[in-house]
């Protein structure tokens, strides 16, 4: 096991077989790895990032985890897009303290009325290069518009491997979710597309995620941890044990090595006292403030958690 550490700190990329047995080492062998990577790519610099829920609820797709959508019972809050000026209002006070900032619609796609307002906003918003879009499905035609707007990130995830997609959504396929991937590459969008953890699926689903983002050169890979929510379809699932979340950091840290990887919605919750591990298992990034639906912490703490630790808080 040493043997195959001192490899990994020396530049050697893993195989699948050889990730999923990362999963039984030692936690202090295995971080002291994926720090040493984190290190070598990202230096001391911390990205932090938030969303704004700009369309929610009344969703048609079926995911499982989704407190949005409408095959779950919830309480959650509907509304159609927020106006445009109070996106550019809050994202522009928001850029004040983060990196960046994801305008996130409910919904399979957002319909030419509602690109078209977005866009002309996008035009005239000071910080737009800061600004990243997930709005679902998107048609080559939005994609140029988007572009021509000055948007350069796209956030689409995969939320698990293609093996255990079928069971948490059936009305949109994996390959569709690839294909939007693909075409937002093609035209020259930065990618940001992760996964949701802890819904079921197994340690292999996982490393498959991962060598999947990989291949489809995902520049920034949120991870998110299944957060129980009362109505939905998975609301019966146990939480994660912390240990368990800082692992899954470390294999996609050494499985990736490059790209941004972010720790966004459950952090609060499974990690409570030791969130500031994720820098240790090889994240370099967070998103604070909160989350589409549940509440996050505020971004004063998580930069002052940063601060403690010796670290950069990254704000272009």
């Not at 407190?67 to 004040?96: G, W």
């Not at 609301?235 to 996609?252: D, Q, R, S, Y």
Request: with cysteine; proline share 2%.
């Amino acid at each position: 096991m040493k043997n195959l550490m001192l490899e990994i700190i020396s530049g050697k990329r893993v195989t699948k077989e050889e990730a999923l047995e990362l999963f039984g080492y030692e936690s202090e062998d295995l971080f002291l790895a994926s720090s040493k990577i984190r290190k070598k790519y990202k230096g001391n610099k911390i990205k932090v990032c938030s969303i704004i829920n700009a369309k929610s609820g009344e969703c048609s797709e079926n995911c499982k985890f989704c407190a949005q959508s409408t095959f779950n019972k919830t309480d959650v809050k509907v509304y159609p897009l927020v106006d445009t000026e109070k996106i550019k209002e809050v994202s522009t006070r928001a850029l004040e303290n983060v990196g960046c900032f994801g305008i996130v619609s409910s919904g399979n796609s957002l319909n030419d009325e509602e690109i078209s307002k977005l866009c002309e906003m996008f035009k005239t918003h000071k910080k737009v290069s800061h600004l990243g879009v997930s709005i679902g499905k998107i048609s080559d035609e939005t994609f140029l518009k988007l572009k021509e707007a000055g948007i350069k990130k796209m956030h689409h995830n995969l939320e698990t491997s293609e093996n255990f997609y079928p069971n948490i959504c059936s009305t949109h396929s994996y390959q569709e979710r690839v294909d939007t991937l693909k075409r937002a590459k093609k035209f020259g969008f930065e990618l940001c597309s992760g996964g949701l953890f802890g819904m079921g699926e197994s340690l292999k689903d996982r490393i498959d995620l991962a060598f999947t983002l990989k291949e489809l050169g995902s520049d920034s890979v949120p991870m998110n941890f299944f957060m129980p929510i009362k109505g939905t379809a998975l609301a019966h699932l146990p939480t994660m044990m912390p240990i368990e979340i800082l692992k899954t950091i470390a294999v996609f840290r050494i499985i990736l090595q490059n790209p941004d990887i972010m720790i966004c919605g459950g952090r609060e919750l499974h990690l409570r006292d030791i969130q500031s591990w994720i820098f240790q298992a090889g994240a370099n990034g967070m998103m604070t403030g909160g989350y589409l639906t549940t509440n996050g912490r505020d971004i004063a703490t998580d930069k002052q958690m940063i601060k403690d630790l010796g670290l950069e808080l990254e704000i272009e």
